[in-house]
Nanobody
Framework: QVQLVESGGKLVQAGGSLRLSCEAS????????MGWFRQAPGQERACVAA????????YYATSVVGRLTISRDNAKNTVYLQMDSLKPEDTAVYYC??????????????????????WGQGTQVTVSS
């Protein structure tokens, strides 16, 4: 079983940048496809970015294409979400999620909540206008 801890969320002005980190423990993150989700008050938790366990396949929600970048450093057991050109509508709690996958499915990523088995506690990102 893997444990996930997010960090890096804070208050930032519109147009600014943040880098969120998701550090895994208990198991090596290289065995997992990873995703970043966000949930704003009154809204459903939705996937903004996902990456296969090998790191060579990625997904981005339409609303974040060109502004958010997901990456992984398996040697550090950490997944990142670089967030640039932030907008007030990016304000949300950001969650990291993991799904154990086989080597044969190393390029697969998952974009729905029920596709993931493990979740972090979330980190708050607030973008002021």
């Amino acid at each position: 079983q893997v444990q996930l801890v997010e960090s890096g969320g804070k208050l930032v002005q519109a147009g600014g940048s943040l880098r969120l980190s998701c550090e895994a423990s208990g198991r090596t993150v290289s065995n997992y496809a990873m995703g970043w989700f966000r949930q704003a008050p009154g809204q459903e938790r939705a996937c903004v970015a996902a990456i296969g366990r090998r790191g060579d396949s990625t997904y981005y929600a339409t609303s974040v294409v060109g502004r958010l970048t997901i990456s992984r450093d398996n040697a550090k057991n950490t997944v990142y979400l670089q967030m640039d050109s932030l907008k007030p509508e990016d304000t949300a709690v950001y969650y990291c999620a993991a799904k154990e996958t086989t080597y044969a499915a190393a390029s697969y990523y998952y974009t729905t909540r029920d596709g993931y088995d493990y979740w972090g506690q979330g980190t708050q990102v607030t973008v002021s206008s």
